[in-house]
Nanobody, 115 residues
Framework: QVHLVESGGGLVQPGGSLRLSCAVS????????MTWFRQAPGKERELVAT???????NYADSVKGRFALSRDNAKNTVYLQMSSLKPEDTAVYYC?????????WGQGTQVTVSS
């Protein structure tokens, strides 16, 4: 029922920052929660962070204290602010939304952390 478009990925040096965006269209009133996943080459998909409809957030231990979720309801957009980036954060990042009518995935955005 909803469509997701991701942006904000790129190349950054270790210790740097990036902000990913996930813009949502469709029946946003049906959203239960939104989650960021990531997948590095040769590895399984990993849950990074989740934000619920009421704004509560949860983070994987590997990113806790460095990543922060936020949302702008007027723009129908959720953000993942990534700070103190490490080479092991390199992955394709995907936005995922769970609604009461179905699930949707973003197209993915590449984040590369390298000096």
């Amino acid at each position: 029922q909803v469509h997701l478009v991701e942006s904000g990925g790129g190349l950054v040096q270790p210790g740097g920052s990036l902000r990913l965006s996930c813009a949502v269209s469709g029946d946003i009133s049906s959203i239960n929660f939104m989650t960021w996943f990531r997948q590095a080459p040769g590895k399984e998909r990993e849950l990074v962070a989740t934000i619920t409809r009421d704004g509560h957030t949860n983070y994987a231990d590997s990113v806790k204290g460095r990543f922060a979720l936020s949302r702008d309801n007027a723009k129908n957009t959720v953000y993942l602010q990534m700070s103190s980036l490490k080479p092991e954060d390199t992955a394709v990042y995907y936005c995922f939304v769970d609604t009461f009518l179905g699930n949707s995935w973003g197209q993915g955005t590449q984040v590369t952390v390298s000096s």
